[in-house]
């Protein structure tokens, strides 16, 4: 019954009771008649069984009970104002987009437990995919179209933040009962008697991949460009021809074994994928969280060691 015996009413009643001399400027100062406030007061002291006021020469004085509420009541609503207040804002706080986007030769398998997570953390926070920036994702970064971009490019521009995730390596993936699928790595001339199904982006691996041929003195493959990752795995996985990928880009097919990926040459060609945001969208955007938790859900992949079609190890 204690605990029900003061409301907030109560409070913001003796407290403009005290602060304004008496129960008619108090009455004014509530939006209440002056009768309304003389009856809740003469409620409020029968609850509590003290007097809070005593009447002094027609004005009304604190008594020691009445003073130690009126302190009480202070802190307590200015308490309450504070929390309402600070509810306020977080319920109409501003509603942040971060717009992202991937180089080529990545997918999103990893995107919705990152976007799970920052719900809960950063609910104002809405995270789009940008997909109009894989071609150029750093210049698309510059422009202020997205706010992040996951590359393997090297990052020169001083107005962008470039921070390393994880180093990965190129692979030739290809379906399991492929020819090619036997040995520990695909050599140069293996790849270039394929059709190859590669990203159509200017980042230019395939230019890359040119150079490293040429190189090893074999032949470009025929080359058919595929816009989007998982179409390209789905045409891999029907034997129709080989791609050459980043290994995090393929990782859920091959841990589930409908695909296996091969080292491309026995040397390997390993890069560094990093998150690059502009200096700016880090003071209102969780740009550093939303890389740790690529970075996690990296890791959380572990592809499955099988043994290769002609039961040699890899």
Same mark, same amino acid.
């Given at each position: ?69 009126? $302190? @009480?009541? +202070? &802190?307590? *609503?200015?308490? =309450?104002? %504070?929390?309402?207040? !600070? /509810? ?43 997909? $109009? @920036?894989? +071609? &150029?994702? *750093?210049?698309? =970064?510059? %422009?202020?179209?997205? !706010? /992040? ?59 890359? /991949? ?105």
């Amino acid at each position: 019954m204690a605990g029900s015996m003061l409301e907030v009413r109560h409070l913001r009643l003796v407290r403009a009771i005290a602060e304004e001399g008496g129960p008619t400027r108090a009455a004014a100062r509530l939006h209440l008649t002056q009768s309304a406030v003389s009856h809740q007061l003469a409620e409020l002291e029968g609850r509590l069984g003290v007097a809070l006021f005593t009447r002094v020469r027609r004005q009304l004085k604190l008594t020691p009970a009445g003073t130690r509420l009126v $302190e @009480a009541a +202070r &802190e307590l *609503l200015a308490d =309450l104002g %504070r929390i309402e207040r !600070e /509810l306020q804002t977080a319920g109409a706080r501003k509603r942040e987009v971060l717009r992202i986007a991937t180089e080529c030769f990545t997918s999103y398998h990893w995107l919705p437990a990152v976007i799970a997570t920052l719900a809960d953390e950063v609910p104002h926070v809405e995270v789009r995919i940008a997909s $109009e @920036a894989t +071609r &150029e994702p *750093l210049s698309a =970064l510059l %422009r202020g179209t997205i !706010e /992040l971009a996951l590359v393997s490019s090297p990052v020169r521009d001083r107005e962008l933040v470039a921070t390393p995730l994880f180093d990965d390596e190129w692979t030739v993936i290809m379906a399991p009962s492929h020819p090619i699928a036997a040995g520990p790595f695909v050599t140069a001339a293996e790849l270039g008697a394929q059709t190859l199904f590669a990203h159509d982006a200017p980042r230019s691996d395939v230019e890359r /991949l040119r150079e490293l041929l040429k190189v090893e003195r074999a032949a470009m493959p025929k080359t058919v460009h595929v816009p989007f990752t998982d179409a390209l795995v789905e045409l891999v996985k029907a034997g129709l021809g080989v791609a050459v990928v980043s290994r995090w880009a393929t990782a859920p097919w091959e841990a589930r074994g409908e695909i296996v990926a091969r080292r491309f040459t026995r040397a390997g060609f390993t890069e560094t994928w990093s998150a690059v945001y502009r200096h700016d969208a880090a003071t209102r955007l969780p740009l550093a969280r939303f890389a740790e938790l690529v970075l996690a859900q990296k890791l959380a992949y572990k592809p499955v060691r099988r043994a290769h079609a002609r039961g040699a190890p890899r």
